[in-house]
């Protein structure tokens, strides 16, 4: 009765542990979206925007300044130069960009290589577009292992999902890497597919690099990022994808029949989040940079073993092993017994390696932090 294509991924885990906080009235630190407020500015920006009529459809691929703004921001952050009219495509969110990159890009059985560990959404995305995908496990560390990168290229090979800096485990690859990668993107004639989303959220001094900034990689990437996780409003749905012509000519008709365009009223609003100074990008790293420790003290406190991500908002940790718990049912003993939900590792593993991990986000207020460091304590006792 139903298709082949939904047989081979199940809903999201991220968003079902959402669904069992609210039952267990707990905190949520599953799905990463924060639960404070969006810039003032940007909101009376939306605002205004449907007081002032912009209620219709916009241009299919994004209104005309917003997409202007996203190049004048692609060239100032990403060292990518891209023409508004034909380089830019406004989507639903960066889920969007994504999916309808690799409609665009796969055919049935051609392959797409992802480091692991991956954002959930990667292996969906395969199964939809008939691609398989080929998993690259990083090491502990977070650093590439060179052999398996390198054996993951074949004939077959079509794309590589790069997310930097990475979801789940902060991972921001360096210029060296990026260098790796690109080298065997240009000798197997493969498509880079960004995930840049958390671009702006680092610590401790690293660097965003865009690997279609590399001159290599300028015609063979299409980049994404959103407004999502910078400005606060994962609700909105206004992402965005930025690639050379031809890549951005496929990508587009996907994109008209998928979703015809985002909200237009909220595409406004966004141009006034690409006018936002400087100090906005560094103030928010800074905030996440504090809310940072605060988690990571608390994880630590309650017996988790666990290393601060160079980026992103979530930490990775550890179950200690005297739970003799797995990931699947140490996150259900979380949320419904201490009160804090998190994401079990193996949504975001292939292999066993996320069995006894759960994912934490700290997009969240610092006294949602605090209380939940006081219910972690419980594992303690
Ligand atoms: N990207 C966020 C996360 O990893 C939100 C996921 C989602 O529900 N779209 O938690």
């Not at 969110?93 to 990667?122: C, H, K, Q, R, W």
């Not at 077959?156 to 789940?168: C, D, H, M, S, V």
């Not at 666990?306 to 179950?319: H, N, Q, S, V």
Request: proline share 4%; with cysteine; aromatic share 10%.
């Amino acid at each position: 009765m139903l298709s082949r294509r939904v047989d081979h991924f199940v809903e999201s885990v991220i968003r079902d542990m959402t669904r069992l906080s609210i039952k267990h009235d707990a905190i949520n630190l599953a799905q990463g979206f924060p639960d404070f407020p969006a810039p003032l500015e940007l909101k009376r920006a939306a605002a205004d925007a449907i007081m002032g009529d912009f209620n219709q459809y916009s241009i299919t691929w994004g209104a005309k300044d917003l997409r202007e703004e996203i190049s004048r921001k692609a060239l100032k952050y990403n060292h990518i130069e891209a023409d508004p009219d034909t380089e830019v495509t406004v989507t639903c969110g960066s889920t969007e960009a994504m999916m309808a990159s690799m409609l665009a890009l796969i055919n049935d059985g051609e392959e797409v290589v992802v480091f692991e560990p991956f954002y959930e959404n990667y292996g969906p995305d395969a199964a939809v577009s008939g691609a398989v995908p080929r998993f690259v496990p990083l090491n502990d560390d977070g650093s590439i292992d060179e052999n398996a990168l390198v054996s993951a290229f074949n004939k077959k090979t079509r794309a590589l999902i790069l997310n930097t800096p990475n979801n789940p485990c902060g991972k921001v690859f360096t210029r060296d890497e990026m260098k790796l990668i690109a080298d065997l993107c240009a000798d197997h004639d493969v498509i880079a597919v960004t995930d840049e989303i958390y671009e702006y959220i680092l610590y401790d001094g690293k660097k965003h690099i865009s690997i279609a900034s590399l001159d290599e990689m300028k015609d063979r990437t299409i980049t994404i990022s959103g407004f999502s996780k910078t400005y606060s409003v994962t609700g909105w749905r206004i992402g965005y994808a930025v690639a050379q012509k031809e890549l951005t000519s496929a990508l587009r008709k996907v994109h008209d029949f998928l979703t015809v365009g985002a909200p237009a009223p909220l595409q406004h609003a966004c141009v006034t989040a690409l006018q936002f100074p400087d100090s906005y990008y560094k103030e928010l790293a800074n905030m996440y940079g504090g809310k940072r420790k605060l988690l990571y003290d608390a994880l630590i406190k309650a017996g988790f073993e666990c290393r601060l991500p160079d980026g992103a908002y979530y930490i990775l940790a550890d179950i200690p092993e005297y739970f003799e718990m797995d990931d699947m049912a140490f996150a259900r003993y979380l949320v419904s017994e201490i009160g804090v939900a998190a994401v079990p590792g193996s949504s975001f593993f292939k292999s066993e390696s996320g069995k006894y991990k759960l994912r934490f986000t700290f997009s969240k207020k610092d006294e949602t932090l605090l209380e939940a460091t006081k219910r972690l304590e419980k594992l303690k006792l």
